[in-house]
């Protein structure tokens, strides 16, 4: 009677394990992906439609900077 309680615990832990911790992170890891790819895609679609706003984000600008935007430094002691 005793080792029949014992089994019928370890089942139902068992069981407790399967449905509530492995189910539940397959499902999750599954929609993660699903979400990541679509993202990935959405992405890629936005580079092909606009290939130009990534180069020029590229390039550095080449302006002089304004004298007057600069403080002359002193050394303090």
């Given at each position: 009677m005793f080792?029949?309680?014992i089994e019928l615990f370890?089942?139902?832990l068992l069981y407790k394990f399967i449905?509530?911790?492995?189910?539940?992170?397959?499902r999750t890891?599954?929609?993660v992906r699903k979400k990541m790819n679509e993202f990935q895609q959405n992405m890629n679609k936005q580079a092909?439609?606009?290939p130009t706003s990534h180069e020029s984000a590229a390039?550095?600008?080449a302006s002089k900077?304004?004298?007057?935007?600069y403080i002359d430094f002193?050394?303090?002691k």
């Open positions: 080792k029949l309680l370890l089942f139902y449905f509530e911790l492995v189910i539940p992170i397959f890891t599954r929609q092909e439609n606009n390039k550095p600008t900077p304004k004298s007057d935007d002193e050394e303090i």
